[in-house]
């Protein structure tokens, strides 16, 4: 728990004692407040930090410009040391703090959004190659799905700064690709080798920009031809992201999308649609427009181009709660939120529970393949409260649900992961809320796992842009196929 500065007219006159005094506050709490072992301690980072608040509130205009910038120059590892905000209770302090709070964030998501890259060469087996792509992105993928001859096939690569969707084009040549489940998890799968995705490196209805990736999925005639000429055509196209990412939803219109076809340019069907589709578990989307077609029949290829937004709750945090047989409630505090585990009522359903195996995570209602224990089962009814130092948008009643559903189990001894299967909003407010969250047939050492909440501390939008071309319009033998779109596993 960081310092718990109190800055008044007061105290900026008492100087070095304010400081002394806050470092025993300091002790204090932390007997108090169990420690979060996911935190980082750095004494030399968290006295400056107390001494810099302080000094936001000193008399002299340049003394509290040149704190703000040299907090601002500690970085993002000085956030873990920012008191909550109603302990400071110097206003100009604790807005110049909320301000130097709201920029690190910023740059830390901004940075976050960049697409990551690896760097990698030589004769590897695809076990190393995919562990290499994982650890050096920071995407968590599985390999479980893959049997022992294909991990351990040797290839040759020559990476240099490849993106993690480049990368992934290039495994795809050698039989295998990525398939995220809609329990969240990334899976490196088997191709099929009938299947149109086999030995396809890059094509052509596959543009990745940044962390995100866009294919064309289909293209669908609706309807006849209209006497004019024109005819309805429904475009699909899958939008993914790198799985670090927790993005929420896209935002788009219609007419952020231009088709031109080989016939003229086509228009927007209905140029005032606005969509947000919301992002499934396994942080991908479907997004469709209708476009009107001129001369439909001497139509036989098209180029799309556009943009649409993405918002993405970045900088997740994880907090965890390992003592679940302890007295209730515990609280936790890092970066801009404190978390309160407040209770866990628990009964027995007499139904069979699935412990998931080591390495892989799944959502003990919908997965059933990766079953190793059978036992009886008992449903835990979890409720968490949440305070953010900053409220806004993000609280609002119809994102709380989709912004704060991110809590699961780790068992124990594992190395899986178990997900809520339903969450329901007790309360909220600007900044706070508390929901319950339901886990269904949990095995029956559950309580010696992990909870873990993962709390987004900043909500960014950011510009996808894309562009295709010579996309074959139906009529032609190809194009009447459903493109080749990324599998899901179920």
């Given at each position: 728990m960081g310092c718990r500065v109190l800055v008044t007219p007061a105290t900026r006159r008492l100087g070095g004692v304010v400081l002394l005094f806050c470092s025993l506050l300091v002790n204090i709490s932390r007997g108090q407040e169990t420690a979060d072992p996911g935190r980082s301690?750095?004494?030399?980072?968290?006295?400056?930090?107390?001494?810099?608040?302080?000094?936001?509130?000193?008399?002299?205009?340049?003394?509290?410009?040149?704190?703000?910038?040299?907090?601002?120059?500690?970085?993002?590892?000085?956030?873990?040391?920012?008191?909550?905000?109603?302990?400071?209770?110097?206003?100009?302090?604790?807005?110049?703090m909320l301000r130097v709070r709201l920029n690190l964030e910023h740059r830390l998501a901004k940075d976050s959004l960049k697409a990551r890259s690896v760097t990698l060469s030589g004769t590897l087996t695809i076990k190393q190659v995919v562990t290499e792509l994982a650890q050096q992105t920071g995407n968590r993928l599985d390999l479980s799905s893959l049997d022992a001859a294909i991990l351990r096939r040797s290839i040759t690569i020559n990476w240099d700064q490849l993106s993690f969707w480049n990368g992934l084009r290039e495994l795809r040549q050698?039989?295998?690709?990525?398939?995220?489940?809609?329990?969240?998890?990334?899976?490196?799968?088997?191709?099929?080798?009938?299947?149109?995705?086999?030995?396809?490196?890059?094509?052509?209805?596959v543009a990745a920009t940044g962390p995100f990736q866009t294919r064309v999925v289909s293209l669908t005639w609706r309807g006849p031809e209209a006497e004019n000429g024109d005819r309805v055509l429904r475009v699909v196209l899958h939008l993914e992201c790198e799985p670090r990412l927790r993005p929420l939803y896209a935002d788009y219109r219609d007419r952020d999308v231009q088709v031109t076809t080989t016939s003229g340019e086509a228009r927007p069907y209905n140029p005032l649609a606005s969509r947000q589709p919301e992002f499934r578990a396994g942080r991908d989307v479907e997004l469709t427009l209708d476009v009107l077609v001129p001369q439909a029949s001497a139509a036989k290829s098209m180029d799309l181009s556009g943009s649409w937004d993405v918002?993405?709750?970045?900088?997740?945090?994880?907090?965890?709660?390992?003592?679940?047989n302890d007295t209730f409630p515990q609280s936790r505090r890092r970066g801009g939120v404190t978390v309160a585990l407040d209770r866990i009522e628990t009964y027995v359903t007499g139904d069979a529970s699935v412990v998931p195996e080591t390495g892989t995570e799944t959502s003990p209602k919908s997965n059933r393949r990766d079953q190793s224990v059978v036992a009886p089962a008992t449903t835990a009814i979890v409720r968490l409260t949440a305070r953010y130092d900053t409220g806004g948008p993000p609280f609002e009643s119809h994102r709380v649900a989709m912004l704060h559903r991110q809590l699961y189990l780790e068992p124990m001894g594992t190395g899986g992961r178990i997900n809520s299967d339903s969450s329901?909003?007790?309360?909220?407010?600007?900044?706070a809320f508390t929901l319950e969250y339901r886990f269904d047939k949990l095995p029956p050492d559950w309580r010696e796992g992990t909870l873990v909440y993962e709390a987004a501390t900043a909500i960014i939008r950011t510009k996808v842009e894309v562009f295709?071309?010579?996309?074959?319009l139906p009529g032609d033998e190809v194009a009447q196929k459903k493109l080749p779109v990324r599998p899901e596993v179920d």
């Open positions: 301690e750095s004494p030399q980072i968290e006295s400056r930090v107390m001494e810099l608040i302080h000094q936001l509130g000193a008399p002299r205009r340049a003394e509290r410009a040149a704190a703000e910038l040299e907090l601002f120059n500690l970085g993002p590892s000085a956030l873990d040391y920012f008191p909550p905000p109603d302990l400071v209770t110097d206003i100009a302090a604790r807005e110049s050698e039989g295998v690709e990525l398939a995220q489940e809609s329990t969240g998890i990334a899976k490196i799968i088997p191709i099929d080798a009938g299947s149109d995705n086999m030995g396809h490196p890059s094509p052509s209805n918002v993405l709750a970045a900088l997740p945090i994880p907090i965890s709660f390992s003592h679940l329901r909003s007790v309360s909220q407010g600007d900044g295709f071309k010579d996309l074959p």
